[in-house]
């Protein structure tokens, strides 16, 4: 690598990155990765309204390497959304490696290693939650990476296996091998996505290890968020699921403190970004979902519903969308 790419990368550990001095102090609420949703249009929409950083969705270190086109959109992030934090997944430390200095290419601020994927698609071959069940390959991607990147390195885990609860010596390997932050979803693989997420678990993350903790899992509304702070001394919290759903969460408002007016202007501009950056067909294909989570508080008819989200034009979109808000 040249030295003028080197010279690139100024940051050498997490509380050097703008947005994130005072992480400590500010104990930033942050939009979770979300594979199929995490994309620019939504995640800068967030970052805008108050995410302290911007996750892409995660991307297969094998994928990196092979097929780049596959993953182009995934990793496309434009410069006010900074910090951007690209995360990657894969089960050993070469791979990972070589995928992360080819990211690093692209100027992310801080690199993510997932140990969190449940899937079993994922999970059963030693990626995502698998990683977990082998700490020396954790060890290993931890010291390689700080080792060849001087961007900060950080992990997102689970609690690991019913089995095998090993989340603090997780956390504690990743914190040994320089890694610069732990965020930690408070559920095991089984649990997947249901469950109650364990805050106490988070909590004794918090008290293992010095580096930032971000805890995450079953944060629905505005006091959960200094809640899940009081009960586990976090510095971060982050959000996945319910910013579906109410990205203004982020502002500190609880959906029903949304008014129909803002609502209408926060999908508009979220369906811009989308039809912007995935062309007119696509981006209303891929906002639907969001759409459907915008207006679940409305009772809306399933004839409404189906009419709204079967539009194939833009502007019919936009025209109902008025029409059923009603400003
Ligand atoms: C649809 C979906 C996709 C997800 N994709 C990712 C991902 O790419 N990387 C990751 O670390 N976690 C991913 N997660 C997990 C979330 O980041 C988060 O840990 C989880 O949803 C728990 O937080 P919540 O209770 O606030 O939703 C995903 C979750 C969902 C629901």
């Not at 944060?219 to 759903?245: F, N, P, S, W």
Request: aromatic content about 8%; glycine content about 8%.
């Amino acid at each position: 690598m040249s030295d003028s790419t080197c010279n690139r990368y100024k940051h050498k550990s997490v509380s050097d990155l703008g947005g994130l001095q005072d992480l400590r102090g500010l104990r930033p609420t942050i939009l979770a990765p979300m594979d199929g949703y995490s994309d620019w249009p939504f995640r800068s929409l967030c970052r805008d309204l108050g995410s302290a950083m911007s996750y892409t969705e995660f991307v297969r270190a094998a994928d990196v390497l092979n097929r780049p086109h596959y993953v182009e959109k995934k990793l496309a992030y434009r410069e006010e959304e900074r910090p951007v934090v690209y995360q990657l997944y894969g089960h050993e430390a070469e791979t990972i490696l070589e995928a992360a200095l080819r990211l690093r290419e692209r100027g992310p601020d801080i690199l993510d290693v997932n140990m969190g994927c449940p899937n079993n698609s994922i999970a059963n071959r030693g990626a995502g939650v698998g990683l977990m069940r082998s700490p020396r390959e954790v060890a290993r991607i931890f010291k390689a990476l700080t080792q060849y990147l001087d961007i900060p390195i950080t992990g997102k885990i689970r609690l690991g296996w019913e089995d095998h609860k090993n989340y603090v010596q997780i956390a504690q390997i990743i914190e040994e091998n320089g890694g610069a932050l732990v965020a930690v979803h408070g559920r095991t693989k089984e649990q997947g996505y249901t469950g109650k997420a364990d805050w106490d678990a988070i909590a004794e993350v918090c008290q293992a290890v010095s580096i930032p903790v971000v805890g995450n899992g079953d944060v629905k509304t505005v006091a959960d968020i200094q809640a899940m702070r009081d009960q586990t001394g976090c510095e971060g919290v982050m959000i996945g699921r319910a910013a579906r759903g109410n990205p203004w969460i982020f502002s500190g408002l609880d959906r029903g403190e949304v008014s129909p007016s803002r609502v209408e202007e926060t999908m508009l501009i979220h369906l811009n970004r989308s039809l912007e950056f995935y062309g007119p067909k696509r981006g209303l294909i891929l906002f639907r979902k969001f759409a459907a989570r915008y207006l679940s508080p409305y009772d809306l008819s399933p004839e409404v519903r189906r009419k709204l989200l079967t539009r194939e034009n833009p502007s019919e979109f936009k025209a109902l969308l008025a029409r059923i808000i009603g400003n």
